[in-house]
């Protein structure tokens, strides 16, 4: 990987951990994201129409956020040629496009089935509300969440399987392993496991620390070959 492709992951490193918290923290204040999700479907319908400009906003910059992970996971597997680093790149990728499938629910398909749920009689709400359902549990529940989860854990994981010890100590790999299986938690919570929901969150939150961690670890990584020649010629000399 060349000095400007290093920056260049960095930055988009930072840039996804940044829209990440962003997006959650403002739909968090003004939707009440992510336990609005947990709520029935009219009640969802109607907070989403209440505020539905600015919700429709930060949902296209949390999949902006993720979709930045298909550049990142293609970027971090230049590091390495090994056969593991082939397969991260492929599951970041996936990552990405499953978050941005789920995440664009909101904007593109919610509007209408929400229009129509206000506008309509109680036989059209019933409708709306049976098609929000559907498209909530299947783009977001199984595609958005549940893979989304499981990829971007496993990403996480066979990145630090090939590059964790060579790139920082043990708290860099202890961080991304404990972030990783916490945010894996999440694939339980359609079962029935709701108490997961709140390690699934704390597990994003310390992922997100991770990544900017990765971000400096990543251009620090820069500095080495460096200070290798100049001690090698303070030694010669």
Do not use: C, K
Not at 28 to 52: C, H, K, M, W
Not at 130 to 138: Q, S
Not at 150 to 179: E, K, Y
């Amino acid at each position: 990987m060349t000095r400007s492709q290093t920056f260049l992951t960095a930055g988009l490193l930072v840039l996804a951990a940044v829209l990440a918290n962003l997006g959650f923290i403002a739909l968090g204040s003004i939707f009440d994201y992510p336990q609005v999700l947990g709520r029935p479907a009219a009640e969802i319908l109607e907070a989403f129409t209440a505020n539905q400009a600015a919700i429709s906003l930060w949902f296209v910059v949390l999949a902006v956020g993720a979709a930045l992970f298909a550049p990142v996971a293609i970027l971090v597997g230049r590091r390495s040629h090994a056969p593991l680093m082939r397969v991260a790149a492929v599951v970041g990728i996936a990552a990405a496009i499953v978050q941005v499938v789920g995440l664009s629910r909101w904007p593109i398909l919610v509007p209408g089935i929400a229009e129509r749920y206000l506008a309509g009689d109680a036989v059209a709400r019933a409708a709306a509300a049976a098609d929000f359902t559907t498209i909530h549990r299947v783009l977001g529940t199984i595609v958005g969440e549940t893979l989304g989860y499981g990829f971007t854990a496993m990403w996480t994981i066979l990145v630090l399987a090939v590059l964790g010890r060579s790139l920082a100590g043990r708290w860099f790999m202890a961080l991304g392993v404990t972030s990783a299986v916490m945010i894996a938690t999440g694939v339980l919570i359609p079962l029935g496991f709701d108490a997961f929901d709140l390690v699934n969150f704390t597990g994003y939150v310390l992922w997100s620390a991770w990544l900017v961690a990765f971000a400096i670890v990543l251009v620090r990584s820069l500095r080495r070959p460096a200070a290798r020649v100049a001690t090698a010629r303070a030694v010669a000399a």
